[in-house]
């Protein structure tokens, strides 16, 4: 089987699926990139030297060699591209294909309503709804936006980013964090507004208030930094905190290891949130907004992890507060956050479900997943998200 994933640019998030696809494929697998990569995400760290990795071609650099192999590999997957003139051939060819995508309208489904916009999404999703076309959903709010305008029908499946996996022995595991009574919290990401940097200095003033000695590990840069810090030493906080500035991601990971709580407080626009994974895989006790793309997905309340809804600081603070209270009832939360990682969430189980499913897909056969990666992707309105989530109702 000759398998293509056509994506902008290779980087940290995809590698470990292509790296699991190629494992199994072989020579028969190939990246092809885009484009080269903006100078801002260079500038977070994101690049690589494509040069150095054996299954990626650039389009840039080799336009009618990728051209041709898109419309004669057995399976392609796209992702976004910003090329439609050569996504558009492949998929009206009636070969197998998938596509992948976050949420179209993170803003709100009210967007759907403009009709430029209703007729953009008629020529990119829409009219191929009768083709031999998977979407394959990367955050649980993808497939009710894919639903409202009839694409993809009885084709939606769950899929999302698949980070480096690290495993533990139990004894590894058991001795990953710090057993000196002082809670280590972590918040890792950019400091913009749609992260909510600001909730984990507010929180931290509560803490300080209710007698509980933590730490709070704050890995990341961005506009609102220079504010964060000035309020953390205002509040007197200095001591309680540590920042990282940027912090590479495997750099991020070894932190995470050392750290019992994770925070990931982003808003809606965060189409899926791979720290999430990082997090997870890390043993930590995820407190998640639910608006995250990853959160229904990864998460089931009160057993791997914690989600609260729609920027709902005073929710967050109280499941903080809980896990503070109850640490020794809460804990084995962040056993089962890895173990969800270690065994399903990862990009090794994702390439072998990946792989079933299109063999399938190529005798004419839609076979998904019973959970997890490439299971059905359940449509739910995004304001009933975290009701279905507390009801079990998204898994």
């Not at 699926?17 to 995400?41: N, V």
């Not at 899929?159 to 057993?179: C, H, I, M, S, V």
């Not at 918040?187 to 003033?205: D, M, N, Q, S, T």
């Not at 750099?251 to 990082?278: P, Q």
């Amino acid at each position: 089987m000759t398998f293509t994933f056509v994506s902008n640019y290779i980087n940290h998030h995809q590698i470990p699926l292509c790296e699991a696809l190629y494992a199994q494929l072989g020579e028969d697998f190939t990246f092809i990139q885009t484009m080269p990569m903006e100078k801002e995400r260079v500038e977070m760290g994101w690049s690589v030297n494509v040069e150095e990795i054996s299954y990626v071609e650039c389009l840039y650099e080799k336009e009618y060699e990728c051209q041709k192999k898109i419309m004669e590999s057995d399976v392609v997957l796209f992702g976004w591209t910003g090329r439609e003139d050569i996504v558009e051939p492949r998929l009206l060819s009636g070969k197998t294909t998938l596509r992948v995508s976050e949420r179209l309208y993170r803003e709100g489904q009210w967007k759907m309503v403009s009709p430029r916009g209703l007729a953009a999404k008629y020529r990119e999703h829409i009219r191929y709804r009768r083709q031999n076309v998977c979407m394959l959903c990367a955050g649980a709010y993808a497939a009710s936006d894919f639903h409202l305008i009839g694409a993809y029908p009885d084709k939606l499946f769950k899929w999302g980013y698949f980070t480096r996996l690290r495993t533990y022995t139990e004894e590894e595991f058991a001795a990953l964090k710090p057993q000196d009574g002082v809670l280590q919290i972590v918040w890792a990401g950019r400091f913009i507004p749609l992260k909510h940097p600001e909730y984990v200095v507010r929180l931290a003033r509560v803490l300080r208030e209710k007698g509980y000695a933590c730490k709070i590990h704050m890995l990341g840069d961005g506009e609102l930094e220079p504010v964060l810090r000035r309020d953390v030493e205002s509040a007197g906080l200095t001591e309680s905190f540590v920042f990282y500035g940027y912090t590479q991601p495997e750099k991020v990971r070894d932190v995470m290891e050392r750290c019992h709580i994770h925070l990931f407080t982003s808003n809606y626009l965060e189409g899926w949130g791979a720290v999430v994974n990082e997090g997870m895989n890390s043993g930590c006790v995820e407190v998640v907004n639910a608006q995250v793309g990853a959160a229904p997905y990864l998460i089931r309340h009160g057993i791997n992890g914690l989600v609260y809804p729609q920027d709902n600081y005073d929710k967050m603070e109280e499941l903080v507060l809980d896990l503070f209270a109850n640490w020794e009832k809460r804990k084995q939360m962040g056993l089962a956050a890895y173990e969800t990682i270690r065994d399903m969430w990862n990009a090794e189980h994702a390439a072998q479900a990946l792989l079933r499913f299109v063999e399938g897909l190529q005798q004419g056969v839609i076979e998904p997943e019973p959970e997890g990666p490439l299971s059905i992707a359940p449509v739910t309105a995004p304001g009933k998200m975290y009701r279905a989530m507390m009801q079990g109702e998204v898994r």
